[in-house]
């Protein structure tokens, strides 16, 4: 019997998620779901291929031990500060006898981008349309058997850093996968999590990670603008660290379990106990101390990218607010912040339009980018990935209890 499969692999700085899913006329069923630690990266590079590979091999085998499939192709999640955009117009004339646009124009208008002049250590990531044009007829949204002698389009250019795809390449090879495509992981997110009338209304995904917070701005139903910024989790849970004189895994803890991005959220005044050095031994601080802490890096995060907004002139075209995804909007009082900060509403997102099997598992913020990368990215060669399988493999005979087991010690320890 064969399925319509699709593997997704999110490389993330504080874990790595991989899923596994089918194509069914209802839609797309996850089938299994992975996750293992990951400190092979920083702020969305490959720090360790060693490690790195480790974490893949880990998350997958669960995934497919759970799905009692296993897969060799993998789209792998892309993000870091050396992600950068453009915008490039370019046109290609129809010369076929009846003037009708087939998708054989579409391509040479591809190809076409792919000739422009890029920095040596760069390379094009994605080539996204944003609006097409039929002998200067704009707001077309899809030209095939349109007739004109002129086909025109407006391309949000995406390029990553070579080296920097080499090393993700790697780590997956050395796991004993194979690269599929490389998505970037802010559009990943908001296929996954953005509806229509916001695309088309205007608005801002932000997806707040470990090491990095990944940017989509998207308006009149196309992508106008992305962004990869290094300021997110990490460098709240060392703002606390620092300051209270705390080990590592103390500030996390603190920063989850009691940790507010704004002190007008604070439901209750308290005291919180915390374990200190040794010589110094419990430290009683007040939940608003803890509170001012994480304020303030959360607030520069939100004026960085409320800058980058005003810099590209895009505000004044998000209607539809802001989509706050990724662990680090589960942070207590982060709509309210964002809401603050840019003037303009603010919601959590959380995977959608999902089938059946295990999809409420990764319907949260945290798994946005991971099941975004199952759906593809509509006018990128991202759109068309589904991988067809032949005859199910026969699950491994590994101890699935103690797997399961582990996967759910890793989720209370988060």
């Known amino acids: 019997m064969k399925k319509n499969l699709i593997a997704g692999l999110d490389l993330g700085t504080t874990k790595v998620c991989a899923v596994i899913a089918e194509q069914t006329e209802a839609g797309i069923d996850i089938l299994g779901f992975g996750v293992a630690p990951s400190d092979g990266l920083n702020r969305g590079l490959v720090a360790n291929i060693a490690k790195t590979a480790e974490a893949v091999k880990e998350a997958v085998s669960i995934a497919s031990n759970r799905a009692g499939i296993e897969v060799r192709e993998l789209n792998v999640g892309v993000a870091g500060e050396h992600i950068t955009s453009l915008r490039h117009r370019n046109y290609v004339t129809i010369s076929n006898p009846d003037k009708e ?8 208008l591809k190809a076409d981008v792919k000739t422009i002049r890029i920095p040596s250590d760069r390379q094009i990531l994605h080539i996204i349309p944003e609006e097409f044009f039929v002998d200067h007829q704009g707001g077309i949204e899809s030209p095939i058997g349109m007739c004109g002698s002129k086909l025109e389009a407006v391309n949000h250019v995406v390029l990553a850093s070579i080296p920097a795809i080499q090393n993700i390449k790697k780590s997956v090879e050395r796991a004993g996968f194979v690269v599929k495509d490389y998505i970037l992981q802010p559009i990943a997110s908001s296929v996954s999590v953005l ?12 997806d707040i990670g470990g090491g990095t917070t990944d940017v989509a701005i998207y308006h009149d139903k196309s992508i106008k603008h992305t962004k990869v910024i290094g300021v997110a989790g990490h460098q709240v849970t060392n ?16 920063k989850k379990d009691h940790g507010y991005a704004l002190e007008e959220a604070i439901i209750k005044e308290e005291d919180i106990y915390i374990k200190g050095p040794a010589a110094r031994g419990t430290i009683k601080i007040p939940v608003t ?16 990218i409320d800058n980058e907004l005003r810099q590209t002139q895009l505000k004044s075209k998000i209607k539809a607010g802001i989509v706050l995804a990724g662990g680090g909007s589960l942070l207590r009082g982060c709509t309210e912040l964002a809401e603050e900060v ?60 103690s797997i399961f087991k582990k996967v759910q010690e890793f989720f209370d320890e988060l």
């Open 239 to 254: 703002d606390i660290r620092e300051s209270l004189g705390i080990v590592n895994e103390e500030a996390e803890m603190l």
């Open 101 to 108: 646009i087939t998708q054989d124009d579409l391509d040479r």
């Open 195 to 206: 509806e229509d009338n916001e695309k088309d209304l205007g608005t801002v995904l932000i």
């Open 342 to 401: 840019f003037g303009l509403p603010a919601r959590i997102g959380v995977p959608i339009e999902l089938g059946q099997g295990l999809s409420n598992e990764i319907e949260s913020p945290e798994f946005a980018t991971v099941a975004g990368l199952i759906k593809g990215i509509p006018g990128s060669t991202s759109s068309a990935n589904w991988l067809s399988e032949g005859e199910d493999k026969k699950k491994s005979k590994l101890k699935f209890s």
């Open 289 to 304: 101390l803890l509170t001012q802490i994480i304020s303030v890096r959360m607030r520069e995060l939100f004026t960085i």
